[in-house]
């Protein structure tokens, strides 16, 4: 299936959902690196003939929170009233960056990588996970516990593509993809797409669903390729971003409920955990080992499975979780009184961009 009809499936399901329809929407926003259909595409598909706000923007997982960021803006400022952002990749049947079968990105960083063999994601991201293990002296079975954790949370998820019990034999015994990543450590490649509606608070009270309100909304830099000017990789560029975050929300992370943390591999899911202060530095490990990540825990993490084991949705799928979390309709994984999420782009590796947002429930 293209992405194309993958991406209009997810936006007139999304619609449906919350009561509006296609004549309702005069923005949309996307995000890819070259392998999905493109904003003005998508709107001549759905007969939006006049659309207000129409913005393709780059940077992979880095920007997903970001479509939803901006979207906001365009409400806010007035320039749209009813904005649709998604993602769609059918990944699994076709291909991805960096694999067989697409052109080499048109990168001026890429020729520096090629004689190295940095040419894929899992070998760049193994560079940051071999950083972050050394300053932070976690483990290999730290990281299985990451993707058992979140395979445990897969499982009570009828979405999601990987349901089997994962054990920390199993994790040990995969092979290594890129090393210090083993097969688990690595998201799946996957067929699916995401739409999430982005409206005014008020109109949105008067639709289908309970509304889902965004708190704060922030975008940030990082490392592009490796060739930025970051002095060490162990420490994400979501670290300079927390702050503004947090401030704009008027919260600390204390007040934290739920994360949904970008997981393309899992040390980006310790790194978080200590970027975003809702665990001090070098203490991630040792904060998901207690159990406190767990659905049952203090802070519960990736409640859906997340790239590792739900899906790889490019991040908004966790902005999708988050969603039916605060809505209180997430099913046999629901944590009780949900009312605060964190939900996160890629935290500033690879493309250089990073962005994060803070969700409320309405109550």
Not at 80 to 106: D, I, K, Q
Not at 193 to 212: F, N
Request: charged letters at 15%.
């Amino acid at each position: 299936m293209s992405t194309l009809e993958l991406a209009l499936r997810a936006i007139s399901s999304a619609l449906d959902d919350c009561g509006l329809s296609p004549g309702d929407v005069d923005g949309l926003v996307t995000h890819s690196v070259g392998d999905a259909a493109p904003a003005a595409v998508v709107a001549a598909s759905l007969g939006v003939s006049d659309p207000h706000v129409l913005l393709d923007l780059w940077g992979g997982g880095g920007v997903s929170a970001a479509t939803i960021g901006t979207a906001a803006m365009a409400v806010a400022s007035g320039q749209a009233s009813t904005v649709v952002c998604w993602r769609a990749l059918n990944a699994r049947s076709e291909f991805r960056m960096g694999g067989t079968g697409r052109a080499a990105p048109t990168l001026v960083e890429f020729q520096y990588q090629v004689p190295y063999g940095l040419l894929a994601p899992p070998q760049q991201y193994a560079l940051v996970s071999q950083a972050y293990l050394a300053a932070s002296g976690a483990s290999e079975e730290d990281l299985g516990r990451v993707a058992i954790t979140q395979r445990q949370n897969a499982m009570r998820n009828p979405r999601a593509m990987m349901r089997k019990p994962l054990s920390m034999e199993d994790y040990l015994a995969a092979p290594w993809i890129a090393e210090p990543l083993r097969l688990f450590d690595c998201c799946l490649e996957t067929d699916a797409a995401i739409a999430v509606v982005v409206t005014s608070a008020e109109r949105a009270r008067d639709l289908r669903q309970p509304p889902v309100l965004i708190s704060a909304a922030a975008s940030g830099g990082g490392h592009s390729l490796f060739s930025a000017a970051r002095p060490d990789l162990s420490i994400s560029a979501a670290a300079d971003l927390a702050p503004r975050l947090y401030r704009a929300a008027g919260i600390g992370p204390e007040e934290i409920q739920i994360a949904e943390l970008y997981d393309a591999f899992t040390p980006l899911v310790l790194m978080q955990l200590e970027d975003y202060v809702l665990t001090p530095r070098h203490t991630a490990a040792e904060f998901v080992a207690s159990g406190a990540t767990a659905l049952d825990g203090r802070l519960p993490v990736n409640t859906h499975g997340g790239h590792l084991s739900e899906g790889y949705l490019h991040g908004l799928n966790h902005v999708g979780e988050a969603v039916q979390q605060l809505r209180g309709q997430a099913g046999e994984r629901q944590v009780p009184g949900a009312e605060v999420a964190l939900t996160t782009g890629q935290p500033g590796y690879v493309s250089g961009t990073t962005s994060a947002l803070i969700l409320r429930a309405d109550r």
